[in-house]
């Protein structure tokens, strides 16, 4: 994937977080990526943190081997009963990027990747916004919000379907600003930074303004992104 100037992205949350990554300085001699996938984003964000070790999670098995080839050490597994087979206080850096809106039960997530993670450590989260503007707007309208399903194999009550009829996110669970932060500080992570910005699925004029309003409220931005830390910002 061709990046431009530094701080550019072709994906707007993976540009967001290279942002944060660089301007908290934060580094990582271990680094753990919870639904990594093929691993592409996995092993962009380990070269910025300097990490010596990279640990994946997945429940692809397919796209784990790609993660391999890549150097990342992997372990399939299900996010939501699953134990992390990596000891107390382990890891520098947890990143879990749209996989808490999918999972059955996030709290076991929640739980092992504060066990896994060091004191002073730092976990990165991005999900998609219940409460975005444009969802707002059409739920007043009485239709589904955007990026929720009522089923895992129609789309349905959308007032516009960027997707095919039969295609839908496989989101289980919705979540605004608020609810994850609150989520967050329930499992004693201490939350630093909020940003919220846009998705390529949208259309340009509408990604545009997506960027500008997400500035503005981030509680308003159609992708929440949430960088928290285990402990104070002191410790």
């Known amino acids: 994937m061709k990046m431009g100037r530094k701080d550019t992205h072709p994906i707007p ?21 919870l639904g990594c996938s093929d691993g592409q984003i996995t092993e962009e964000v380990a070269k910025i943190v300097d990490a010596k070790e990279v640990f994946g999670i997945d ?6 081997e790609s993660a391999k080839l890549r150097g990342i050490k992997t ?26 809106e999918h999972l059955v039960n996030p709290d076991n997530m929640l739980k092992e990747a504060y066990r896994v993670l060091r004191r002073g450590g730092y976990f990165i989260i991005s999900c998609p916004n219940l409460s975005w503007w444009v969802n707002r707007i059409v739920l007043a309208l009485g239709y589904q919000p955007y990026l929720t ?21 496989g989101h289980l669970r919705s ?26 699925i949208v259309p340009k004029w ?16 159609l992708n929440i992104i949430i960088l928290a830390r285990k402990g104070s910002d002191n410790q």
């Open 206 to 221: 509408l990604r545009t303004l997506d960027v500008l309003i997400a500035k503005l409220r981030p509680s308003l931005g």
């Open 13 to 33: 949350r993976v540009e967001e977080v290279l942002k944060l990554l660089r301007k908290f300085k934060i580094k990582a001699t271990a680094y753990l990526d």
């Open 59 to 64: 429940i692809d098995c397919n796209a784990l």
């Open 75 to 100: 372990f399939n597994l299900d996010l939501s009963k699953d134990r992390i087979p990596l000891n107390d206080g382990s890891v520098d850096l947890i990143t879990a990027f749209e996989v808490i």
């Open 175 to 200: 979540y605004t600003l608020r609810a994850l932060k609150e989520l967050l500080e329930i499992y004693k992570f201490h939350v630093i930074k909020v940003k919220a910005t846009t998705i390529t």
């Open 149 to 169: 399903n009522c089923s895992l194999y129609y789309d349905v009550g959308k007032l516009w379907r960027p997707l095919k009829s039969g295609c839908t996110g």
